[in-house]
């Protein structure tokens, strides 16, 4: 069963970092491309960053140079580092996994930037 995690959320300054984490269970996340989602109230859920099974990753324009995704096997997760925040990036942040032809998403975590 995938189970998929995220925490790290929270309140951040414009300017700011946060990292989220997303822990996985019953999946590998070395071999399993995973993302970070996110969606803002009354938009529609958006990718953010994706990193594939080898070491490729793909970020949104709007966080490009901003963001980082990174995985991290002994651990069984995968990072979001966010610098230079902007009050643009408040949303629910989600953790997804495609593992097996199937997408399993985690539950989210909040992130609000005040201005």
């Known amino acids: 069963q995938v189970q998929l995690v995220e925490s790290g959320g929270g309140f951040a300054q414009a300017g700011g970092s946060l990292r989220l984490r997303c822990e996985a269970s019953?999946?590998?996340?070395?071999?399993?491309?995973m993302g970070w989602y996110r969606q803002a109230p009354g938009k529609q859920r958006e990718v953010v960053a994706v990193i594939k099974r080898g070491v490729s990753t793909d970020y949104a324009d709007s966080v490009k140079g901003r963001f980082s995704i990174t995985r991290d096997e002994f651990h069984h997760s995968v990072y979001l580092r966010m610098t230079g925040l902007k009050s643009e990036d408040t949303a629910v942040y989600y953790c997804?996994?495609?593992?097996?032809?199937?997408?399993?998403w985690g539950q989210g975590t909040q992130v609000t930037v005040s201005a």
């Open positions: 019953g999946v590998a996340v070395r071999f399993t491309e």
């Open positions: 997804r996994a495609n593992f097996d032809g199937n997408d399993f």
